[in-house]
């Protein structure tokens, strides 16, 4: 038989509710929690799966987890709207009534504008965010824009709760498509060239297990390198790059298969897609 957890009776007031309770929600939370912005008992999640309810009790010990947006607005003043961008078009008419003049709604569904977000809601106190997956890690980097109604300490509290899980800028709303082109979807593009180096180690003759270790370390490296250092990521390769080196016979076969037009091109392609989706 199917059970949900056990919930409180009664529920305080100025809890950070959160609209969905999948990956981002659950990484969003463990960030809050880590900057002590709140607590366990000042979370509220509203997910109707049984299943990613448990999930949620397990990870957020004296959260509150309710199954219907109706019981979310009332008790929360910031709100991560953290479903896809499907359902949330789906549900936002049945929520449009329970907005209030308190509430700030902070989006994170890919594709959906600030107009077509306050013309749901009834309100342009809405801050539109792209996160990305690495803050599961808190090590991810976001693109964040206001309406015109968000007051000082909701956007600086959203700065602070955004910088808990990595980094963030403030573009307009129009470029949070590029954003999302290329850090929302970013991760993927990373995780496909750590496989590929991987492959290539054990080509080469290495275990996957060390190619594996070798590849993502690299990353990981490279990437600390250019934000600590400051310097333009050309400067640092050339630093690598030998006169009849084994790096620049590398990257001359690189630059022959057109890999820098390719990430350009799928960046591009990502971005239109979060363009289409809106």
Partial sequence: MTTTPSLP???????LGFLGGGQ???ALAKGALASELTNASGLMFCE????QQWKLAEAFPGCTIVSSGNELFPVCDRIILSVKPQILREIAGSL?????????????????SLSQLSEWFGTHAIIRVMPNTPAQVLAGASGM??????????RQWSEQFLKSVGSVVHVSDSLLHAVTGLS??????????IEAMADGGVAAGLSREVATQLAVQTVLGTAKMVQETGQHPAVLKDQVTS?????????A????RGIRSAIIDAILAATARSKALG
């Fill in 9 to 15: 009776t009664s529920m305080p007031s100025k809890k």
């Fill in 24 to 26: 981002m929600a659950t």
């Fill in 48 to 51: 109707p799966s049984a299943a």
């Fill in 96 to 112: 449009k009534t329970l907005v209030h003049g308190d509430h700030c709604l902070i989006s994170i569904a890919a594709g959906i």
């Fill in 145 to 154: 824009t206001c309406g015109r109604d968000v007051n000082d300490t909701d």
């Fill in 184 to 193: 929302g979807s970013g991760p993927a593009y990373v995780l496909l060239i």
């Fill in 243 to 251: 006169p009849a080196g084994t790096t620049i016979a590398a990257l």
């Fill in 253 to 256: 076969v690189l630059e022959q």
